[in-house]
């Protein structure tokens, strides 16, 4: 499927208002005879009885965008976005930067979480457009807002606006550090550590105490926002007026600090690369750091409390570890090698059943089953090399 037209909005983020944050099914407005159609609803969207996880792939070398449905198996093409090197999503919309543009794609698949109960929705996917940023792209959303950031500069979009197909936004926030929604409210990490908590239309409502020397990495988790920083780990929890923050700091004589975190959506267990020393593991719940020593590490994630972190080798070994002890529990041979100088970096993308992880030189993408010692369920073989790759649908 081919998308013929886009339109490109300036990162000169325009004043706009944004809508509260709530419990709202995502999608368009609902028409006037709302009240006779079931509860959750969404016009031109088909509900489903089970996540549909879909991976969101870019060739580098064309800048050829598709979309992988594991349900179906079905690989599809989306168009094209030259330049493309990184990738970032909120759950739903994917995100793909090309150095100073960033093209909006609609995965066409999300979730919208009640707390007792989850609805989960399926699609037809659409570019939506392009926005101006910068390098180091980060998203992070929930039902109002979706916070785009990067090395040049940060703003926010309307999530509503975003499900009707239109690219609107607001107030440029700051530039560069961390930007994440939490309660309500927006939490920004500067470069010279203040952190600062700002309402949704991008004002400035207070400060936290705590600080983060040099923002790296971020994350939305079930136990709250973290922040990477030099010195650990900021810890945001709370809501609307009454957020708190804490530090959890690396351990003394530890390793280099984490750069990105990676983990299952909303789990509240992250790993992040440790320089050649191996892998951090912080578990934001218990509020501690543990030090993998693996080795330099191509790829990591982690799929949760009480499962297993997963990393890939540069040997092309995918491993399992234990998240508490430590104690490597499982381990399959991938590919030939894995983060070599100069390629595409692999990933691993991980939900609730499966990890996918993407092998840029060999065109293809392998579904791992992380709770069967790391069995090897399927290989998606395509005709493009999946160089960036995300997974939505959460």
Do not use: K
Not at 165 to 185: C, S, T
Not at 234 to 249: P, Q, Y
Request: aromatic residues 4%; charged residues 25%; proline residues 6%.
């Amino acid at each position: 499927m081919m998308f013929a037209s886009r339109t490109r909005t300036a990162l000169a983020w325009a004043a706009g208002g944004l809508l509260a944050a709530g419990c709202g099914t995502g999608g368009p407005p609902p028409s006037e005879d709302a009240e006779a159609r079931p509860h959750g609803h969404v016009d031109g969207a088909q509900e489903t009885a089970q996540p549909q996880w879909r991976l969101v792939a870019a060739d580098t070398g064309d800048g050829s965008l598709h979309l992988i449905d594991p349900a179906t198996e079905e690989v599809t093409g989306l168009g094209t976005a030259p330049g493309i090197q990184e990738a970032a999503t909120d759950g739903r919309f994917a995100y793909l930067g090309a150095g100073d543009t960033v093209t909006v794609l609609d995965s066409g698949t999300w979730a919208v979480d009640h707390g007792d109960h989850a609805h989960y929705y399926r699609a037809e996917p659409a570019i939506l457009g392009e926005v101006e940023a910068g390098g180091g792209l980060r998203a992070a959303g929930d039902t109002a807002v979706t916070a785009l950031a990067s090395d040049a500069g940060a703003g926010i979009l309307d999530r509503a606006a975003l499900e009707d197909g239109d690219i609107a936004r607001a107030v440029a926030i700051h530039g560069g550090g961390a930007l994440l929604p939490r309660g309500e409210r927006l939490v920004a990490a500067d470069a010279g550590g203040a952190v600062r908590v700002l309402d949704r239309e991008g004002a400035p409502v207070g400060t936290l105490d705590a600080r983060c020397p040099d923002p790296r990495g971020q994350a939305l988790t079930r136990r709250g926002a973290v922040i990477g920083c030099s010195n650990g780990a900021l810890l945001v929890t709370g809501e609307g007026d009454s957020l708190d923050a804490r530090t959890i700091a690396y351990p003394d004589g530890g390793a280099d600090p984490v750069a990105a975190f990676h983990h299952r959506p909303g789990a509240p267990v992250l790993a992040g690369r440790a320089g050649d020393e191996g892998v951090w593991v912080l578990d934001a719940g218990a509020g501690e750091w543990t030090l993998l020593e693996t080795g330099p590490a191509a790829a990591v994630s982690a799929a949760g409390e009480d499962l297993p972190v997963l990393v890939l080798g540069e040997d092309g070994r995918l491993r399992a570890y234990d998240p508490e002890s430590g104690e490597q529990t499982a381990q399959r041979r991938l590919m030939e090698g894995a983060g070599a100088r100069g390629a595409p970096e692999p990933v691993i993308r991980i939900d609730t059943g499966r990890a996918y992880v993407n092998d840029p030189a060999a065109d293809a993408v392998y579904e791992i089953d992380y709770n069967d010692d790391l069995r090897l369920a399927r290989t998606f073989e395509l005709g493009f090399s999946p160089d960036v790759m995300v997974e939505t649908g959460w």
